[in-house]
């Protein structure tokens, strides 16, 4: 292969290694629009499992709405109560977790991501408790899209999509199942739906009731919550704008004093007055003056050096 071949291959290559990188850095953008709070090297199973997450929290969130309500929750709910009461055998509840469960259809989605930003914003899409089930399907099937796509192995979506729907449809079995199990769960849903139903603002994110993806909490505190979100981010911003023009104005000033006082101290050390006067600092000129001596002391050895040659020179004989 000539070397000019060889180049170009090389070339091609390196190019298409870069169309690769760029194109999956724009469909990691496209997801972390939706979900902030995935970081920005992920890979498909990061994506993969913030769908599962955005569902499951969904389910506990549509169970604090409206499940609670119609099962027979005992009136104490400790472990014994409710091993005696069985919840997650009675008829009741297995409507409840049917109901849940036909709201979620992983599909192909047709949305693009400032529609799924859209979506989730939506004030439709959420209240209080946070995302309807169904929402919370639609931005799953947007996220495992994406995954699909980083996913160099896969050549199948349907069956990919398929897959994941079971999955996630198991985890939501489990973790309704596991709300009428566990007593502090249960009981932290049952005051979360009491707090809401009564008129009192929801537990803020990161709070037991109140944590979960960004996407699962936005829009949660109600009507208006994205305008008031909106608001809160610009004003951050802004004030993130002034701290750094000051920092920079600080920096410029500290920058340029710096400058001055070892100017001038360059020039009371080294430098010369207008008249033409050494202006030099005394260590200055001793070390000048010693050079000086240095090199006068050389040129007398050397001269006494040769007269004493010419002196002895056996040739002068």
């Not at 994506?47 to 997450?53: D, F, H, T």
Request: aromatic share 2%; glycine share 10%.
């Amino acid at each position: 292969m000539r070397p000019v071949d060889e180049l170009r291959d090389r070339l091609h290559a390196a190019r298409r290694r870069a169309e690769i990188a760029g194109a999956r850095a724009d469909v990691l953008a496209q997801a972390r629009a939706v979900v902030p709070e995935l970081p920005r090297d992920a890979d498909a199973g990061h994506l993969e499992r913030a769908a599962r997450r955005l569902v499951r929290r969904a389910a506990q969130d549509e169970f604090a709405r409206e499940g609670i309500t119609r099962i027979p929750v005992p009136e104490a709910t400790g472990r014994a109560e409710l091993r005696r009461a069985d919840l997650a055998s009675d008829a009741a509840f297995h409507a409840v977790v049917e109901d849940v469960l036909s709201a979620v259809e992983i599909v192909p989605s047709p949305l693009e991501s400032d529609d799924a930003v859209a979506l989730r914003d939506a004030r439709a899409s959420s209240d209080a408790y946070g995302l309807s089930p169904e929402v919370a399907s639609d931005l799953a099937s947007y996220l495992l899209g994406r995954a699909f796509l980083l996913r160099d192995e896969e050549r199948d979506l349907d069956a990919y999509l398929d897959r994941h729907e079971r999955q996630i449809r198991e985890d939501m079995r489990s973790a309704l199942v596991r709300l009428v199990r566990v007593p502090l769960e249960l009981r932290s849903a049952r005051e979360r739906h009491n707090r809401i139903a009564s008129g009192l603002a929801p537990e803020r994110a990161g709070t037991a009731h109140g944590a979960g993806t960004g996407a699962g909490t936005a829009g949660g505190a109600g009507s208006g919550a994205s305008g008031v979100g909106a608001a809160a981010r610009e004003a951050l911003s802004q004030r993130a704008r002034s701290a750094m023009d000051h920092a920079r104005a600080e920096a410029g000033r500290a920058a340029l004093g710096a400058l001055r006082s070892g100017a001038g101290r360059a020039f009371e050390r080294y430098g010369r007055g207008a008249d033409g006067e050494d202006v030099r600092g005394g260590e200055a000129r001793s070390a000048a003056d010693r050079a000086r001596d240095q090199r006068s002391g050389g040129q007398q050895s050397g001269e006494h050096r040769a007269a004493e040659q010419t002196v002895h020179d056996p040739r002068s004989d």
